[in-house]
């Protein structure tokens, strides 16, 4: 995607995704339920992550029989073969500590490729489990990160990225299926991203970011000179994204939004230079992809918050109609070797993300898994709505709103704005266990998108550049305003909360705005923006001078981002905070939530600690997700309440 530049801050954990819109006055009068059975937190991470392998790899076994899937089961992520004919997976690695993420099945034999890095240090290494269990690590070395990208047509070889020899590129490195040994194909000059590769192995694409709006695309034919081509050319700011070759590899995709306010997907055809529109939309076309012969592709739409997702068979010219499958978030396509099976993923805001497969000649559609936790009656959780409100110039701002179940005019909620990851991240409908698990207790929840939100188009894309902490932030205390004025939220109790970038946005509510919320969850959140921006980790990259574009560099704009980091403000925090951080983290550093902390503490201000030893940026381990999720309930009882 053109926009995935801005998206450095980020947190999984705190992703939401889903379908449906509604109005705001829909919002507002929909007939209050009777309460729902409340569930722990330990009940709602009891549920179990599925996630299948990357658009890169094999799903499959060389039989068809299993695909190759990541889940934590366990307790924490580890990589299972999953029987296609259904049966209970069958866990392939062990780890208790660090999260094992399945990364590619062999083509022709049981062994498989996973990922690990150590703690959330973020430095992920690729590993292989031999048939025997066995595990190498193919990608030594205490800084190395490397990352799996594919394998050649014939499944005689593998390739993996890593900056092993420079701290801030990753080169593209062949390995050997047989014996491991490898070769270097691409030493990456600086300057570029890394991106897809031809299915022959013959062309390499790179990104190049000039700043956070403006972007390209260059082609690499690595049985040529290997000088970069640029095949984007334009005139004045436009972002453009990487999505990869056609089947037959004759033509690069890649979206644009140089024509509208919505990236569209394009082709560039190798050998005649020809461009043609491939996929537009109402919406960001966020993805195409193909099966390896070229006779189904799959594009997704990401409309107003929702992954929809279209599978169109080019032989028969005739989308693909698949049964049995719920409305809401579906992705992650994957095919069988004879092409004759599709494996995908869908979820709601009320069921976790589950696998599927389908019979791509019938449309009979199975469900493989069952995430959901069966001690929880899905009818006790809640649909969300997708709600807009007029901030305070009169943009509108979208978000997605849910409401518990018995609240009303005479029984009215507390609230909580819950503000995502970024910069430029998107709150999303779809299941989220955190979020489900307040809701479940009686907090309606904003997932608000500020301006400088993705999915919206260019023009509110960029609204925020260089005004963070004020135009951003202005239209989260906007949305405080806005829920006072529903009949069913308790107007003198709402809360703001949120990780990373949204971690950022809740203490500096409460620094710049202290009359606003009455109280703030503070994951892992930039507090001091000039020693973040001064400590990206070398891997970053092009991605730092990005993100300069976005916030300011910190040599020459210090004194502004000084003055929007709430570190150096928090004498204004009267509202209790709670404050939540991963020791490991590479992102934003322990450093950045301790001396908020201690800051708040010398006001006199209640401020409660919660420190990870063990985790990074975002939380790995069911345990500690589960832990989370309880001190962000007992926090806001106490301090918000729900009586």
């Known amino acids: 995607m053109p926009h995935s530049f801005k ?158 020899r420079d701290a801030s590129v990753s080169d593209v490195y062949r390995y050997s299926a047989s014996d491991y040994s490898r070769e270097l194909v691409f030493e990456n000059p600086g300057g570029y991203f890394l991106g897809s590769r031809s299915p022959d192995g013959r062309y390499q694409l790179l990104t190049s970011v000039r700043t956070n709006s403006d972007s390209d695309i260059y082609l690499v034919d690595l049985e040529g000179d290997r000088s970069p081509v640029h095949i984007t050319p334009h005139e004045g700011d436009v972002s453009h994204g990487d999505q990869g070759f056609s089947a037959d590899g004759s ?48 594009t997704s739409f990401n409309r107003d918050g929702t992954s929809d997702a279209v599978l169109y068979d080019t032989v028969e010219g005739r989308e693909v109609s698949l049964d049995g499958v719920p409305e809401g978030n579906m992705g992650g396509f994957r095919f069988s070797p004879d092409e004759g099976m599709a494996l995908f993923s869908a979820n709601t805001d009320t069921s976790p993300t589950d696998l599927y497969i389908s019979n791509l000649e019938t449309g009979e559609t199975r469900r493989l898994t069952s995430a959901l ?129 949204g971690g950022y946005m809740t203490a500096a509510a409460l620094a710049f705005h202290p009359e606003v919320f009455d109280a703030g969850i503070n994951i892992f959140g930039v507090t001091n923006w000039v020693r973040t921006l001064e400590s990206i980790p070398a891997w970053w990259g092009p991605q730092r001078d990005a993100l300069y574009d976005e916030l300011g560099d910190p040599a020459t704009d210090g004194e502004r981002l000084r003055a929007i980091s709430p570190l150096f403000h928090a004498d204004n925090i009267t509202s209790p905070m709670l404050v939540v951080q991963g020791a490991n983290d590479p992102r934003v550093l322990q450093v950045e939530s301790d001396e908020l902390v201690e800051a708040i503490r010398a006001n006199g201000v209640p401020v409660e600690y919660v420190l990870f030893p063990d985790e990074g940026h975002g939380f790995a381990r069911r345990e500690n997700r589960v832990t989370a999720s309880e001190a962000y309930l007992t926090f806001l009882n106490e301090h918000v309440g729900t009586e």
């Open 7 to 164: 998206l450095l801050l980020s947190a999984s954990l705190l992703a939401v995704s889903a379908p449906i819109a509604t109005t705001p006055a829909i919002a507002q009068e929909m007939s209050a339920e009777a309460p729902a059975r409340t569930y722990s937190a330990e009940e709602f991470y009891t549920s179990t992550s599925y996630g299948s392998v990357g658009g890169s790899a094999h799903a499959f076994s060389p039989d068809g029989d299993h695909v190759l899937i990541t889940s934590d089961a366990s307790g924490v992520l580890n990589a299972y073969w999953l029987p296609v004919d259904g049966g209970e997976p069958v866990q392939l690695t062990n780890s208790t500590t660090d999260a094992y993420r399945a990364t590619s099945a062999f083509p022709n034999d049981g062994r498989i490729l996973f990922s690990a890095d150590a703690g959330g240090n973020e430095r992920n290494h690729v590993f292989v489990r031999e048939e025997d269990g066995s595990i190498e690590d193919l990608t030594p070395g205490e800084e190395t990160r490397a990352t799996f990208a594919g394998w050649n047509e014939e499944g005689t070889h593998f390739y993996i990225e890593t900056n092993e």
């Open 251 to 298: 033509k690069v995709i890649y979206s644009t939004n140089e024509f509208g306010e919505f990236a569209q997907s394009w082709t560039y055809d190798i050998g005649t230079g020809e461009r043609a529109l491939l996929a537009e939309d109402d919406w960001d076309v966020s993805y195409v992809g193909y099966s390896d012969s070229g006779r189904y592709r799959i």
């Open 373 to 501: 936790n069966p001690a929880i009656d899905e009818s006790d959780l809640v649909n969300s709505s997708v709600l807009r409100f007029a901030s305070y110039d009169g943009i509108e701002i979208p978000g997605i709103l849910y409401r518990p179940q018995g609240a009303s005019a005479d029984n009215p909620a507390p609230a909580v704005v819950w503000v995502h990851g970024g910069p430029g991240g998107q709150s999303r409908r779809g299941y989220n266990p955190a979020i489900q698990h307040l809701v479940n207790h009686g907090y309606a929840v904003y997932a608000i998108n500020n301006r400088g939100s993705s999915g919206y188009g260019k023009t509110f894309f960029h609204m925020d550049d260089q005004r963070h902490g004020d135009a951003d932030l202005r239209d989260v205390t906007a949305s405080a305003d806005y829920l006072q004025g529903l009949d069913w939220i308790a107007d003198d109790r709402i809360a703001i909360a949120g990780g990373s970038y």
